[in-house]
Nanobody, 127 residues
Framework: QVQLVESGGGLVQAGDSLRLSCAAS????????MGWFRQAPGKVREFVAA???????YVADSVKGRFTISRDNAKNTVYLQMSSLKPEDTAVYYC?????????????????????WGQGTQVTVSS
């Protein structure tokens, strides 16, 4: 019932910034925990960041201090603000959503926590 569409990806230089957006369908967006994951060629899909319905956020150690996740419930949209981008950030970035809101924070680090996924948007960082 939930459809997610990512946008904002592109090709940038190392050190640049980029903001990804994920637009969600449905009237219950505010009741979902939202997450961002990324997958580089030949690698597994890894956790990037998540935001709870309360607004609490979690970020992976690899991007801590550089990436920020936020949500705008009025617009049914979740964002990933990326700064100081590095070539190793190059990947397809996926938006995900889950209606299960009562688990500990680490639960949302796993792809298994999420029921809905977007199609992904490519982010390429040149050195």
């Amino acid at each position: 019932q939930v459809q997610l569409v990512e946008s904002g990806g592109g090709l940038v230089q190392a050190g640049d910034s980029l903001r990804l957006s994920c637009a969600a369908s449905g009237r219950t967006f505010s009741s979902y925990v939202m997450g961002w994951f990324r997958q580089a060629p030949g690698k597994v899909r890894e956790f990037v960041a998540a935001v709870r319905t309360t607004g609490s956020t979690y970020v992976a150690d690899s991007v801590k201090g550089r990436f920020t996740i936020s949500r705008d419930n009025a617009k049914n949209t979740v964002y990933l603000q990326m700064s100081s981008l590095k070539p190793e950030d190059t990947a397809v970035y996926y938006c995900a959503a889950t209606p299960r809101t009562y688990y500990s924070g680490t639960y949302y680090y796993s792809t298994n926590a999420y029921d809905y996924w977007g199609q992904g948007t490519q982010v390429t960082v040149s050195s």
